[in-house]
C-alpha cells in the first residue's frame, strides 16, 4: 500500500506501508528485537552496506520493525518517507541540525513546546546559530524578520500550550520564494486533524509519544518530508549518528496505536468541545483557547487548514497561581501530568511545568500566565470529565 492514496485515513492507519505478508501468516507483524543482522556472504554485505539492496544491517540504520512504522507514517502525511527516532525531542533536534550551519538563522513563533524553545534559545546559540522569535501569526513580522541567514522556519500549529494556529500555506509561501525550509510540529493535531506536507511545508515532525501512541506507554519521534534524499541523509547522517534510534518495541506499540487513531481523535474532539463549552460558560474562567470555538483568534484558519480542532483546550482561571494550585489538586478524575494524546485525560500548568524553561519576562510576554491550566481531554464519558472540573472550580 506504499503511497496509495485511494484508501481512506482509518483504513490507512491499519493497512499503510506494508509490503506484503507477516512471516508465518502473521496477522500483525513480528517485533524484530535484533540489534544486527546476518549477510550471507561479503558480497551481500557490500551490496546492503552501499544502499544498492534494502536488506539490513544494524538496527541504528534500520530494522523491519521501524521501516513498517516509517511507511505508515509517510502515508498518512502524504510524505516521501520519514525517519522514526527515540523521541519527539530527538526528531526535532536532529532535523533543526540538519539544515543549520554557523552564521544561519531560525525563526520560530513565540509559544513552542518547552524543550524545543531550548534548543532553540539554548543549544543552537552554542554552534553560532541565530534565532529570531516571531509571532507567526502576523504575516508581515515574518517578511521583516527573514533576512538572507535565515534557513528554517519552525513553529507548531496548533502551539503549546496556548493553541496559536499558523497558516501554514502562507508560510510556506514566503519561504518558498527565499529557499527557507518550513518545519511543522503536528503533534497537537495528529495527521488525523492535519498534513502540514499538503499545505506546503518541507518536513512535519511529531512527538509520537502522544497521540499516534494514544496510550501513554511509549516515548518516540518521528519526522516526514516530501523529498526522499533528504529522508535518506536524516537517516543516516544524523538519526544514526546522533544515535537518537526508536526500539523496535517502540516502533510496534506505535503501529498497534495507530491502528485506533481516527477512532481516538474522533472521541477526543467530541469530548474536547463539550469541554470548552462548558468552560466557556463557567464564571471562574477568564478566557479559553481552544480552536473549535469561533470566536478563538485563530479559528477560521484552523477550519481552513484542518480537519478538526483537536482534544488539547487551555485556559485561564479567574485568580492567580495560589488559585490554579487549589484548583488542581481538587481534580479528581483528571491526572496531574505531563504529557497529552493519552486515553487519560490530563492536566498542567504550562507556567510552572512543561514551559518553565521560559524566562519569566517571556511567559509573561507570550502570554503564559500562571493563571493559565492546560488540559489534554481524554477518552473518558465527557460528562464525567465535566463534572470533575465543575467540582474543583
Ligand atoms: C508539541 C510537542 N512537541 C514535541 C514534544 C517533545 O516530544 P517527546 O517528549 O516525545 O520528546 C512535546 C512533548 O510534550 C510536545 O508537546
Given amino acids: 500500500m506504499?503511497?496509495?492514496?485511494?484508501?481512506?485515513?482509518?483504513?490507512?492507519?491499519?493497512?499503510?506501508?506494508?509490503?506484503?505478508?507477516?512471516?508465518?501468516?502473521?496477522?500483525?507483524?513480528?517485533?524484530?528485537?535484533?540489534?544486527?543482522?546476518?549477510?550471507?556472504?561479503?558480497?551481500?554485505?557490500?551490496?546492503?552496506?552501499?544502499?544498492?539492496?534494502?536488506?539490513?544491517?544494524?538496527?541504528?540504520?534500520?530494522?523491519?520493525?521501524?521501516?513498517?512504522?516509517?511507511?505508515?507514517?509517510?502515508?498518512?502525511?502524504?510524505?516521501?518517507?520519514?525517519?522514526?527516532?527515540?523521541?519527539?525531542?530527538?526528531?526535532?533536534?536532529?532535523?533543526?541540525?540538519?539544515?543549520?550551519?554557523?552564521?544561519?538563522?531560525?525563526?520560530?513563533?513565540?509559544?513552542?513546546?518547552?524543550?524545543?524553545?531550548?534548543?532553540?534559545?539554548?543549544?543552537?546559540?552554542?554552534?553560532?546559530?541565530?534565532?529570531?522569535?516571531?509571532?507567526?501569526?502576523?504575516?508581515?513580522?515574518?517578511?521583516?524578520?527573514?533576512?538572507?541567514?535565515?534557513?528554517?522556519?519552525?513553529?507548531?500549529?496548533?502551539?503549546?500550550?496556548?493553541?496559536?494556529?499558523?497558516?501554514?500555506?502562507?508560510?510556506?509561501?514566503?519561504?518558498?520564494?527565499?529557499?527557507?525550509?518550513?518545519?511543522?510540529?503536528?503533534?497537537?493535531?495528529?495527521?488525523?486533524?492535519?498534513n502540514p506536507l499538503l499545505l506546503g511545508a518541507d518536513v512535519v515532525v511529531h512527538s509520537a509519544t502522544k497521540y499516534i501512541c494514544g496510550h501513554g506507554d511509549v516515548v518516540g519521534g518521528v519526522a516526514v518530508a516530501k523529498d526522499k534524499d533528504y529522508i535518506q541523509s536524516l537517516k543516516f547522517d544524523y538519526m544514526c549518528e546522533f544515535g537518537g534510534v526508536m526500539s523496535p518495541f517502540n516502533a510496534w506499540l506505535l503501529l498497534r496505536g495507530l491502528k485506533t487513531l481516527g477512532l481516538r481523535m474522533r472521541q477526543h474532539e467530541k469530548n474536547a468541545i463539550e469541554v470548552a463549552k462548558f468552560l466557556k460558560n463557567h464564571p471562574k474562567i477568564e478566557s479559553v483557547m481552544y480552536p473549535g470555538l469561533e470566536d478563538f483568534k485563530g479559528h477560521d484558519i484552523a477550519k481552513e487548514q484542518m480537519n478538526g480542532f483537536g482534544a488539547m483546550i487551555s485556559f485561564e482561571i479567574d485568580g492567580g497561581l495560589e488559585d490554579v494550585k487549589k484548583f488542581v489538586e481538587k481534580i479528581k478524575l483528571a491526572q496531574l501530568a505531563v504529557s497529552l494524546g493519552d486515553c487519560e485525560t490530563l492536566i498542567e500548568v504550562p507556567a510552572i511545568m512543561t514551559h518553565r524553561g521560559y524566562p519569566n519576562e517571556k511567559l509573561r510576554e507570550f502570554g503564559l500566565t500562571d493563571s493559565m491550566v492546560r488540559i489534554s481531554v481524554g477518552l473518558e464519558d465527557y460528562q464525567d470529565i465535566i463534572e470533575d472540573l465543575e467540582q474543583a472550580l
Fill in 2 to 194: 506504499n503511497n496509495n492514496k485511494k484508501y481512506g485515513f482509518d483504513t490507512r492507519t491499519i493497512h499503510g506501508g506494508s509490503t506484503g505478508k507477516n512471516p508465518n501468516n502473521a496477522l500483525n507483524p513480528p517485533i524484530f528485537q535484533t540489534s544486527t543482522f546476518v549477510f550471507d556472504n561479503i558480497d551481500h554485505a557490500e551490496q546492503v552496506m552501499s544502499f544498492k539492496s534494502d536488506d539490513y544491517v544494524y538496527t541504528r540504520g534500520n530494522n523491519p520493525t521501524l521501516r513498517l512504522l516509517e511507511n505508515r507514517m509517510a502515508e498518512l502525511e502524504y510524505g516521501k518517507g520519514a525517519v522514526a527516532f527515540s523521541s519527539g525531542m530527538a526528531a526535532i533536534s536532529s532535523v533543526l541540525f540538519s539544515f543549520l550551519k554557523p552564521n544561519d538563522n531560525i525563526i520560530v513563533h513565540r509559544t513552542l513546546y518547552g524543550s524545543s524553545y531550548s534548543v532553540v534559545t539554548k543549544l543552537l546559540p552554542k554552534y553560532n546559530v541565530e534565532y529570531k522569535i516571531v509571532d507567526l501569526t502576523n504575516l508581515e513580522e515574518l517578511k521583516t524578520a527573514i533576512d538572507g541567514k535565515t534557513k528554517i522556519i519552525y513553529f507548531e500549529s496548533p502551539s503549546n500550550p496556548n493553541l496559536a494556529i499558523i497558516n501554514i500555506k502562507r508560510v510556506a509561501q514566503i519561504a518558498k520564494d527565499k529557499n527557507i525550509k518550513v518545519i511543522v510540529d503536528n503533534t497537537f493535531a495528529s495527521p488525523y486533524f492535519q
